[in-house]
């Protein structure tokens, strides 16, 4: 496409209709086009070129793709951080989609009253649940040393801070019981707990509500109820993978089931609104995902979930990765197929018991999990959703090999890196940009361990991507 020095092409009445357009409204018009066409825009002349390039639009641009709250946490970082107030959102937008590194960090604890009596704190653990909800971090149950499985919930109240010393509390409650291997997602300021392995191997197939508060006076709660779904339930099981998949539903796949069998069903639990029923369905379709266990489910925006690795029916570690689409009312599966060797590094990806989530900027971050072998790993992962949804919409072949092999990009780790594990937990924080990691099963060989040679981990990591705002 030809430049033009100003924008002055002729019509009828001498000039462009566009030109007259007020610049609100032809900012809307601008948000509602892909990255590419936003630039071929820019390029028809020096007036839109300088608006296509403004702070203010970049700023739109980024609310668009991350969402108002990775911006307010974005802006209250650089206010904390002394930053000048005008904040550089096209370099900010660049960095996120060219991101080549974390820097990680491993947290300080502190007891809860700040006085000088034993400093209780989570015990080393791993196939727990660990969210991010409501400001807080959340951590329930798990598996650990001497095949014990915890009963135990504990809260550690974050904000949007960035504090690197956080104080963890014990919420005595007793419910649910002890397990491991369950699932638990935010809906709202409430958490969805489903299933679990108990002490004796029994897999659980009940379904609980917690709801997580702050109070100035009380400090943090956390209540737990059983949620009423009715006759029609999963099967029970254990290391299933599971998401919430908007403001009511939550979303489970595969898992072991009775008699240590791999599934490979996919069901979908539709709550009420107060959250005090909810209602399970059999969601039946062709193809759908093999049979697995330690695999990720994660709900990446719109109507699209990934699902990534696992150990299937074989004990083969996995790594394909499939798409789970509800639109327009349809529920299918769709697998994304792709060459590892065309892949940079490709062939480490294989990988069960890691974890998965989306980051600001339509990224889902992959980190640690263990190979067939059981190696475990200490990798970052980054798969770039964009262009799944690009490559699963295109019809062009010639394009689409080559898009694969910027599919999937193994980032850099700086700093305290947690080091090789599986079996650990993360979440990340409303901004998108910080990561924690807690737990998981890490090699024993220098620190005491069970006799298979492993240790359970008790260790809160904060876990940052490299962005200079």
Same mark, same amino acid.
């Given at each position: 496409?030809?430049?033009?020095?100003?924008?002055?092409?002729?019509?009828?009445?001498?000039?462009?209709?566009?030109?007259?357009?007020?610049?609100?409204?032809?900012?809307?018009?601008?948000?509602?086009?892909?990255?590419?066409?936003?630039?071929?825009?820019?390029?028809?002349?020096?007036?839109?070129?300088?608006?296509?390039?403004?702070?203010?639009?970049?700023?739109?641009?980024?609310?668009?793709?991350?969402?108002?709250?990775?911006?307010?946490?974005?802006?209250?970082?650089?206010?904390?951080?002394?930053?000048?107030?005008?904040?550089?959102?096209?370099?900010?937008?660049?960095?996120?989609?060219?991101?080549?590194?974390?820097?990680?960090?491993?947290?300080?604890?502190?007891?809860?009253?700040?006085?000088?009596?034993?400093?209780?704190?989570?015990?080393?653990?791993?196939?727990?649940?660990?969210?991010?909800?409501?400001?807080?971090?959340?951590?329930?149950?798990?598996?650990?040393?001497?095949?014990?499985?915890?009963?135990?919930?504990?809260?550690?109240?974050?904000?949007?801070?960035?504090?690197?010393?956080?104080?963890?509390?014990?919420? +005595?409650?007793?419910?649910?019981?002890?397990?491991?291997?369950?699932?638990?997602?935010?809906?709202?300021?409430?958490?969805?707990?489903?299933?679990?392995?108990?002490?004796?191997?029994?897999?659980?197939?009940?379904?609980?509500?917690?709801?997580?508060?702050?109070?100035?006076?009380?400090?943090?709660?956390?209540?737990?109820?059983?949620?009423?779904?009715?006759?029609?339930?999963?099967?029970?099981?254990?290391?299933?993978?599971?998401?919430?998949?908007?403001?009511?539903?939550?979303?489970?796949?595969?898992?072991?089931?009775?008699?240590?069998?791999?599934?490979?069903?996919?069901?979908?639990? #539709?709550?009420? +609104?107060?959250?005090?029923?909810?209602?399970?369905?059999?969601?039946?379709?062709?193809?759908?995902?093999?049979?697995?266990?330690?695999?990720?489910?994660?709900?990446?925006?719109?109507?699209?979930?990934?699902?990534?690795?696992?150990?299937?029916?074989?004990? +083969?570690?996995?790594?394909?990765?499939?798409?789970?689409?509800?639109? +327009?009312?349809?529920?299918?599966?769709?697998?994304?197929?792709?060459?590892?060797?065309?892949?940079?590094?490709?062939?480490?990806?294989?990988?069960?018991?890691?974890?998965?989530?989306?980051?600001?900027?339509?990224?889902?971050?992959?980190?640690?999990?263990?190979?067939?072998?059981?190696?475990?790993?200490?990798?970052?992962?980054?798969?770039?959703?964009?262009?799944?949804?690009?490559?699963?919409?295109?019809?062009?072949?010639?394009?689409?090999?080559?898009?694969?092999?910027?599919?999937?990009?193994?980032?850099?780790?700086?700093?305290?890196?947690?080091?090789?594990?599986?079996?650990?937990?993360?979440?990340?924080?409303?901004?998108?940009?910080?990561?924690?990691?807690?737990?998981?099963?890490?090699?024993?060989?220098?620190?005491?361990?069970?006799?298979?040679?492993?240790?359970?981990?008790?260790?809160?990591?904060?876990? #940052?991507?490299?962005?200079?705002?």
């Amino acid at each position: 496409m030809a430049t033009t020095s100003s924008c002055s092409t002729p019509s009828i009445n001498g000039s462009s209709p566009i030109t007259r357009i007020a610049q609100d409204h032809l900012f809307s018009i601008l948000l509602l086009l892909p990255l590419d066409s936003i630039f071929c825009f820019a390029m028809t002349c020096k007036k839109f070129r300088s608006l296509t390039y403004s702070d203010p639009f970049w700023e739109s641009l980024c609310r668009r793709d991350w969402g108002q709250s990775s911006i307010d946490a974005l802006r209250s970082f650089a206010t904390d951080s002394n930053k000048q107030q005008q904040f550089p959102w096209k370099k900010l937008y660049q960095q996120i989609y060219q991101l080549d590194s974390v820097y990680c960090n491993r947290l300080l604890t502190t007891h809860p009253k700040g006085g000088d009596e034993e400093l209780l704190l989570p015990r080393p653990r791993a196939s727990h649940s660990l969210n991010f909800v409501s400001g807080c971090l959340v951590l329930f149950g798990g598996g650990c040393e001497g095949g014990k499985h915890l009963d135990d919930t504990w809260v550690a109240y974050v904000g949007n801070d960035f504090k690197r010393i956080l104080k963890w509390n014990k919420i +005595e409650s007793g419910i649910p019981s002890g397990r491991f291997g369950h699932s638990c997602v935010v809906i709202g300021d409430c958490l969805v707990l489903f299933g679990g392995i108990n002490d004796h191997g029994a897999r659980q197939n009940d379904t609980w509500v917690g709801q997580v508060a702050v109070h100035d006076t009380f400090g943090i709660t956390l209540s737990w109820r059983l949620l009423d779904v009715g006759s029609i339930a999963p099967p029970p099981r254990g290391a299933h993978a599971a998401c919430s998949i908007d403001k009511r539903r939550m979303l489970i796949q595969g898992g072991i089931g009775l008699n240590g069998l791999r599934l490979g069903d996919t069901w979908v639990l #539709e709550l009420a +609104e107060n959250l005090h029923l909810g209602v399970w369905q059999e969601i039946v379709t062709h193809p759908s995902p093999p049979s697995r266990s330690g695999h990720t489910l994660t709900h990446v925006g719109g109507n699209q979930t990934i699902l990534f690795g696992g150990r299937g029916l074989g004990y +083969e570690v996995l790594n394909d990765v499939w798409l789970f689409n509800t639109s +327009e009312g349809h529920w299918r599966w769709v697998q994304l197929l792709f060459d590892l060797q065309n892949i940079p590094q490709g062939l480490a990806l294989p990988r069960v018991g890691h974890s998965a989530n989306l980051i600001i900027g339509g990224r889902l971050l992959i980190h640690g999990g263990e190979d067939s072998y059981r190696h475990r790993k200490d990798d970052f992962w980054v798969l770039d959703i964009g262009l799944v949804t690009s490559i699963m919409q295109s019809g062009t072949p010639s394009n689409l090999e080559r898009s694969k092999t910027k599919l999937w990009r193994r980032l850099k780790s700086k700093g305290d890196n947690p080091g090789g594990r599986s079996f650990h937990r993360a979440c990340v924080d409303s901004s998108g940009r910080n990561f924690y990691i807690f737990g998981g099963m890490v090699d024993g060989l220098l620190q005491p361990a069970e006799s298979s040679g492993l240790r359970f981990d008790g260790d809160l990591f904060l876990v #940052e991507l490299v962005i200079q705002c």
